[in-house]
C-alpha cells in the first residue's frame, strides 16, 4: 500500500496539515514533498553522499551542480576547490589561482597591483609598469606621462636619453609652431627652413681655416679662413657632390696677403660661379659668399 502522507511533527494530526510539516509520497513511492518546515536532529544524506548536511556543523556538499535562484549571504569565508578561488569574509579579499574572464565593464574602486609591484594602477589612475609595456594598437595619453627610464621608438628611431634628456631622431622632424632652443643645437645633416628665422643672439657656425695650397670643401663646411695665403697662392675646390640647392659657404683671406698670393675658388666639373669657371679673391683679408641653386653657384 502506497503512503500518501509522513507528519513529521510528533505533534501534529491529520486536521493540522496546512499548519504543520508534511512530506507527502506520491503513490508510486517515488516523489516525496515537503510542505512545511523540516525538522531533523540527525545528519541528513540524500543518495548516501549527493547531498549530505552534518547535524553537528552544519556544513553542507552538494556533489552535483548547484542552482541557486535567489540571493545566497554566505557569512564565512568562501573557498573552491581549497584554493582556486577563495573570499575572505573578514575582508573581501579575493584570491584567483587561474584566469579571471570579465566580458564586460569591471569597476574596481581601489588600484590594481600583478605580482605586487611589476604592472600597478593607482586610485587616481596613476600607472606603473615595472618591465616593458607593449601596445599593439593605437595608444593615448591626456594627461602627463612621467618616464623614469629611457624611452626609445622602433629602437632607435626616436630616442631619449633619461639622464641627459639628449634626443635623437632618425627621420624627419616636423614643427608647425614656435620652437625655443635654450641650449646649443647640433645638426650633423641638411636643415630645411620654410620660413624666415628669428634669433634672439648670434649663432656659431663651422669654421675651417686652410694651411695649404689646395683644400676640397667638404659638407660639413661653412666657412673657410685662407691662413695659407702668408705662404703663397691657395686654390678652393668646390666638388660636384656639394652643390646643393641652398648651400651656402664663405672664404675669407685670414692670411692677409691676397693681392701677392691670389686665393683662387673653382668647381669641380662642369659647375659654374656665376657664369664663370673660377673665382678670385686678390684684395688682403678679402672675402667671396658662395650660394648654390643645385646646378651652379653663385656670388655675393
Avoid at 64 to 86: E, H, M, P, R, S
Avoid at 165 to 174: E, R
Wanted: charged fraction near 15%; hydrophobic fraction near 40%; proline fraction near 0%.
Amino acid at each position: 500500500m502506497a503512503l500518501n502522507h509522513i507528519i513529521v511533527d510528533s505533534t501534529a494530526t491529520d486536521s493540522q496539515d496546512a499548519a504543520d510539516s508534511i512530506l507527502s509520497e506520491d503513490a508510486g513511492g517515488t516523489t516525496t514533498t515537503n510542505a512545511g518546515a523540516f525538522a531533523n536532529t540527525g545528519d541528513f544524506a540524500v543518495a548516501t553522499n549527493k547531498f549530505t548536511v552534518a547535524s553537528a556543523t552544519g556544513n553542507t556538499v552538494v556533489a552535483g551542480t548547484c542552482d541557486i535562484a535567489g540571493a545566497t549571504d554566505v557569512t564565512g569565508d568562501l573557498t573552491v576547490n581549497t584554493d582556486k578561488v577563495t573570499i575572505t569574509a573578514a575582508s573581501g579579499n579575493t584570491d584567483i589561482a587561474g584566469t579571471l574572464t570579465a566580458d564586460g565593464l569591471s569597476n574596481l574602486d581601489g588600484g590594481i597591483a600583478v605580482d605586487t609591484d611589476k604592472f600597478t594602477v593607482s586610485a587616481a589612475g596613476a600607472v606603473v609598469a615595472a618591465s616593458t609595456l607593449t601596445a599593439a594598437g593605437n595608444t593615448t595619453l591626456s594627461g602627463t606621462c612621467d618616464i623614469a627610464g629611457d624611452f626609445a621608438v622602433n629602437t632607435d628611431k626616436f630616442a631619449v636619453t633619461a639622464a641627459s634628456g639628449n634626443t635623437s631622431v632618425a627621420g624627419t622632424l616636423g614643427v608647425t609652431g614656435n620652437t625655443t632652443m635654450s641650449g646649443t643645437c647640433a645638426i650633423a645633416g641638411d636643415l630645411t627652413l620654410s620660413a624666415g628665422v628669428s634669433l634672439a643672439e648670434g649663432f656659431t657656425a663651422n669654421t675651417t681655416e686652410v694651411d695649404a695650397s689646395t683644400y676640397d670643401l667638404l659638407a660639413t663646411d661653412y666657412t673657410l679662413l685662407v691662413a695659407y695665403s702668408a705662404t703663397g697662392a691657395c686654390t678652393i675646390t668646390l666638388p660636384t657632390a656639394q652643390a646643393v640647392d641652398g648651400r651656402e659657404i664663405h672664404v675669407i683671406d685670414s692670411g692677409g696677403d691676397a693681392s701677392t698670393s691670389t686665393i683662387t675658388v673653382a668647381t669641380e666639373g662642369s659647375e659654374t660661379i656665376s657664369g664663370a669657371a673660377t673665382a678670385t679673391i686678390e684684395t688682403d683679408y678679402g672675402s667671396l659668399s658662395f650660394i648654390s641653386d643645385g646646378t651652379n653657384w653663385f656670388t655675393r
